[in-house]
């Protein structure tokens, strides 16, 4: 199982262009999210989705779009990047929606908008 | 609403030390608590994680973490320090399906 896999690993926009995320997960889970982490604030969530088909806003959804794809896949989406979406984006996913899941989380999008 | 606050954003300990990481939370309703260890350019990895069940939980790799309700404190510790250890480590709290993060502890291992 290679769990939740992201793409790119690394990206460098200029202000204005557009780019999608890609995340998806082989561990047949319901439930999926987007970080993103910045120095000293920890991980804060974007968008998740509770299974196929649904998708909700998180802390800091602004500037951003989710699509959940099918049951494998969530992307996100940037469509005008700024400076201030500079950060490292994690896309993560748990069985279900209990706040005892445990999230795995995939090993990260760094991000540089310049 | 949620938080979890992280004492000190960056510890140093010599290998074979006590490793003590601080993390405290505020919720008005039983809290679900996990940490999170990530490695230079890694994911989040689970370490552990408090669900009521006992109040002192192991997790991986010899750490540990008592939840202390009258302390509203849930800190991790690893009795002694490996190189290895070097990371940056997350308390998070869950409240309905979301997870709240703390700012993170960055542990240095000196030889």
């Known amino acids: 199982n290679a769990g939740v896999t992201q793409t790119p690993k690394f990206q460098v926009l200029k202000t204005g262009q557009s780019m999608t995320l890609q995340c998806a997960q082989d561990m047949n889970h319901n439930s999926m999210y987007w970080y993103r982490q910045d120095p000293g604030m920890g991980l804060r969530l974007i968008y998740y989705?509770?299974?196929?088909?649904?998708?909700d806003k998180g802390e800091v959804p602004n500037g951003y779009n989710v699509s959940r794809l099918n049951k494998r896949e969530f992307s996100l989406r940037l469509e005008s990047a700024a400076p201030s979406q500079t950060s490292v984006y994690f896309c993560?996913?748990?069985?279900?929606?209990?706040?005892?899941?445990?999230?795995?989380f995939g090993p990260g999008t760094r991000l540089t908008v310049l | 609403a949620q938080s979890v606050t992280q004492l000190g954003s960056h510890v140093s300990v010599s290998e074979g030390a006590l490793v003590l990481l601080r993390c405290n939370y505020s919720s008005s309703v039983p809290p679900y608590l996990f940490w999170y260890v990530q490695y230079p350019n890694q994911g989040l990895q689970l370490l552990l994680k408090y669900t009521s069940a006992a109040t002192l939980v192991k997790g991986i790799n010899g750490f540990e973490a008592e939840f202390k309700k009258s302390e509203t404190s849930f800190h991790l510790t690893k009795p002694s320090a490996h190189m290895s250890d070097a990371a940056e480590y997350f308390c998070a709290g869950a409240a309905g399906n979301k997870l709240t993060f703390g700012g993170g502890t960055r542990v240095l291992v000196k030889p």
């Open positions: 993560a996913s748990s069985d279900g929606l209990a706040e005892t899941d445990t999230q795995y």
């Open positions: 989705s509770a299974s196929e088909g649904t998708t």
